[in-house]
């Protein structure tokens, strides 16, 4: 049974860093994608960013330049979140997905194929 675990959710004032993590058991290949997303109380779901296996990155206009995606050779995904702001307050899920894709993605990330339990990132102000 594939399982998606993350750690490294918290509290952080505004202009402070956190860093996440998401770490897989039971899947012996390599996802060819691995991503974030948060959903905000009342919200829907959205994407933060994403990485492939060849190193393409992705990131949504709101976090890029702050939060910064990264993966080992083990799927495990990471995410580095600097200058946070209060919006960035939200639960943080990471999802991978195993094969390519040509076409467009979803804001809710239909095409992921698993996903994490999720967490909570607070940011004061």
């Known amino acids: 049974q594939v399982q998606l675990m993350e750690s490294g959710g918290g509290s952080v004032q505004a202009g402070g860093s956190l860093s996440l993590s998401c770490e897989t058991s039971?899947?012996?290949?390599?996802?060819?994608?691995m991503g974030w997303f948060r959903q905000a109380p009342g919200k829907e779901r959205e994407a933060v960013a994403r990485i492939s296996s060849l190193g393409e990155l992705w990131y949504s206009g709101s976090v890029k330049g702050r939060f910064i995606i990264s993966r080992d050779a083990e799927n495990t995904v990471y995410l580095q979140l600097n200058s946070v702001k209060p919006e960035d307050t939200a639960t943080y899920f990471c999802?991978?997905?195993?094969?390519?894709?040509?076409?467009?993605?979803?804001?809710?990330?239909?095409?992921?194929?698993?996903w994490g339990q999720g967490t909570q990132v607070t940011v004061s102000s």
């Open positions: 999802a991978a997905r195993e094969f390519i894709r040509v076409s467009g993605w979803s804001a809710e990330g239909a095409e992921y194929d698993f």
């Open positions: 039971g899947y012996r290949d390599r996802f060819f994608y």
